[in-house]
Every structure is written in C-alpha cells, then in structure tokens.
C-alpha cells in the first residue's frame, strides 16, 4: 500500500511539473510579446553617454538584439547580435550586478558554446560582409530595471534549456 502511494504521489508531482511548465513555443511567444517591450531602453552614465538596447527578434532558434552606443559628442556606434539559443551555456541567474558608473542600469552576460555574431551597422543598414562581422564568447544584455532583467533572462535561460543548451560549469 505504501509504494502505491509513493508512486502515485510521484506520478502527481512529474505530471504537475510538466503542466505548469511552459513549452518552447509557449516561451517564444512570450519573449516575443513581453520580452521585446521588457527589454528595449535607453540610458545614460553620468558622463551623458547613452545606451540603447532592444530585443529585436526571438525565432524558433535564435535571438537577435540591437545595441547602440551614442558618445557624448553625438557619435554612434550602433551593432546586432544574432546567437544560436542552443549556444548559449545555461546557468541559474540569481544575481544581478548594477552596471558600475551607470544610474539605475543593471548588466548580465551570458557565456557561449560558440561565437556569435556581432555586426556593426553603418548608416542604418547592416554591413554582412566577411570582414565586418567579429565574434564574442559572451553576450550582454542591458536592464534599467532589475525585476524586468530577471524575468527575461529566466526566460531566456528556459528557452535556451529546452533547446538543448549546455550547463555552463564552472569548476573554479
């Protein structure tokens, strides 16, 4: 009587595990909903120099986010980045740094499997060109709000675990 019960209680908590889990689709819409709006800002230091991010495109396989970098003499330097979910190594975010010398702007950057795409654009079309595109071991990502930050890379993280990722294991 007693293994019945163990296994029937066993048998409840994988199949409510499984109910209140969202699939692939269901985290791709929602990023593509709710992370895109979460996730687009712009923000200055205190030496006037301002940075906007948005997520752009979230795709079965990959995403894709726009940064921009304007000096404070006006000058741009705007690139995408296009990552392979799978490629990106999944870790349990459970803290989140204030980005140093930036008002109320929090960063978090994910490790790689593999390089990403990093392509400068210049006037406001992308430049695909072999020697224009560099690669990155790392993305980031850039929040002026930390609950938000939490959310879509928990997101993220999910999507990157249900599309094979690897666990970033760090011995030391």
Known sequence: MRMLKNTFLLF??????STF????????????????????MS??????VQVIFKLEEITT??????TNVVGTDGTH??????????????EEIT??????GWT???????????KSIHVPIENGDEQWSKKEI???????FYYTNEENAKRVIKAIMHLAKLSGAKENKQTF
Do not use: C, H, M
């Open 12 to 17: 409840a908590i994988l199949l409510a595990n």
């Open 21 to 40: 889990s969202q699939t692939r689709e269901e985290t791709i819409e929602w990023l593509n909903i709710n992370g895109k709006s979460l996730s687009s």
């Open 43 to 48: 923000f200055k230091n205190e030496g006037n």
């Open 61 to 66: 396989d990959s995403l894709r986010f726009y």
């Open 77 to 90: 330097n705007p690139w995408i980045v296009s990552v392979l979910i799978k490629d990106i190594l999944y």
């Open 95 to 100: 803290k989140i740094e204030k980005y140093k």
């Open 104 to 114: 109320n702007a929090f960063l978090i950057k994910l490790s790689l499997k593999n």
């Open 134 to 140: 560099k690669e990155r071991e790392d993305i980031t």
